[in-house]
């Protein structure tokens, strides 16, 4: 089956994030609690502080982008708000809710025709909106990507 | 002036691009040539060496995207092809190196159409594209962002 000209742009955005969040999460998969426990550079965040972060940032893109609820807003004030080490880490599981944030995220991210990828995000108005088209669902996907590929560049750097 | 789907899905990855160039490049322009031997974590890259690594990669893409000769292949030996350190930084000037191929390279991408940006790239054999067609310029573009965001994030532990 051909693609249509739209569906083959929409979907290079969406390949290239699951590009980035696929990499990470082979990254992280095989790291024990102790691992996660190490600095990306001295006196900087911990990966598991990443994973926390990203685990929230990427869950309030349920709401964000109008999907649904989130499912761990109980991590915002640990991984969002206050710095690492600020506040002691969950007792629950930290891979795993990162793991199942970004698989009902991508599979609900595969349903969205081009079109719904250039509807407003839920955090502009209309008014703003209809000045400003560019903030769009597709512009927080490409921004989102590119702050996991940011956080993956420094979690790199630990060995 | 209304734009089409397909122009406004393609203007998203643009933007995307020049957001994590900018900010990358409002990083890199105040910083002094000792600041910039700093490295990113102890016996990590330093800045210097980010700064030649995405020159040199983003000078690459002229001809991998058919947009022309390339500006600077002297630098891929230096920051390409070998480890930081491992080779004598150029006398020239990296920082108008980095602005300059990422100005014209900019430049290019903006006279891009969305059918443009799906044609393949020039690594890739006319066979194997037809196999699949996702080995765009497009594909191109969304992961040099990635990496370039990738170092952004490593740039960002240095204070």
Known sequence: MQMTTEKML???????WKLVIGRLDAAIAPLTHEQ???QVA????????????LTAVHDRMFPLLGLGERLHPELDEIYITNPDRALPDPASDLKQ??????????????KLTPQQWLEK??????????????????AVLLSRTNH????????ALVK
Chains 1, 2 share one sequence.
Not at 97 to 110: C, D, G, I, K, P
Not at 148 to 154: I, N, R, V
């Open 10 to 16: 929409s979907t290079a955005a969406l390949n290239s």
């Open 36 to 38: 996660l426990q190490r």
């Open 42 to 53: 001295q006196g900087k965040n911990r990966l598991l502080y990443l994973v926390g972060h």
């Open 97 to 110: 809710a990162w793991s199942e944030v970004n698989t009902r995220l991508t599979a609900a991210f595969e």
């Open 121 to 138: 995000h839920t955090a502009v108005s209309d008014e703003d909106f209809a000045k400003d088209p560019t903030r769009n669902r597709l």
């Open 148 to 155: 996991a590929a940011f956080h993956t560049g420094q979690a």
